[in-house]
């Protein structure tokens, strides 16, 4: 089995930076992904291709990846940001696809 | 506008069969993939598989295999996830996704999802 590993939670004031980091063993050679799940939502796609924003989500949502991890950075964090965040990536051989266990970020 | 809608909540009991729907719109449906993510109440999100509309090749994840089956009516847009024998432990939210990329891109993802359909299995 592949497991991508994230902190349970993390908690900023209003308007500091936030990180959530998700760690995996074949992050190196594989795109992270991350979603953004607020209370009773469904999940929306944050940060596709380690560092790339779908249209709509705003620039202060960024994502970086440097060897076994990948970040999610929140500059100027809101109260509006608070949910779970989900890391998505597969495994070497790119067969097994897994989620993380979620960070509750609390603003 | 890419949308993806869900059949409405199931109440069902232990060993019921179960069908539920993922129909979208907004796009062109055999272009993509559509995925089903499982959550089970206050814990994360599990990626159960994903069909590829345009020839129905279908991938399960390891621990789903077997246990649902995924499929796709292309003709009306829609993608359904099944249940022969369903267990309480089967109580969750399921999310359908659309999914980006083929099975050997190296680059595949959800990008947009449906709004979840709350199945409940009690006795």
């Known amino acids: 089995s592949y497991q991508l590993t994230q902190p349970p939670s993390v908690s900023v004031s209003p308007g500091q930076t936030a990180r959530i980091t998700c760690s995996g063993d074949a992050l190196p050679k594989k795109y992270a992904y991350w979603y953004q799940q607020k209370s009773g939502q469904a999940p929306v796609l944050v940060i596709f291709?380690?560092?790339k924003r779908p249209s709509g989500i705003p620039e202060r949502i960024s994502g970086s990846s440097s060897g076994t991890k990948a970040t999610l950075t929140i500059t100027g964090a809101q109260v509006d940001d608070e949910g779970d965040y989900y890391c998505y990536s597969t495994d070497t051989s790119g067969n097994l696809w897994v989620f993380g266990g979620g960070t509750k970020l609390t603003v | 506008e890419v949308q993806l809608v869900q059949s409405g909540a199931e109440v069902k009991k232990p060993g019921e069969s179960l069908k539920i729907s993922c129909k979208g719109s907004g796009y062109t449906f055999p272009m993509y993939g559509i995925g089903w993510v499982r959550q089970k109440p206050g814990k994360g999100l599990e990626r159960m598989g994903v069909i590829y509309s345009g020839d129905s090749d279908t991938t399960y994840s390891p621990s789903f295999q077997g246990q649902v089956t995924i499929s796709v009516d292309k003709s009306i847009n829609t993608a359904y996830l099944q249940w022969t024998s369903l267990k309480a432990s089967d109580t969750a939210i399921y999310y359908c996704?659309?999914?980006?990329?083929?099975?050997?891109?190296?680059?595949?993802?959800?990008?947009?999802w449906g709004q979840g359909t709350l199945v409940t299995v009690s006795s």
């Open positions: 996704a659309r999914h980006v990329g083929f099975n050997i891109s190296s680059s595949r993802y959800f990008d947009y």
């Open positions: 291709e380690d560092n």
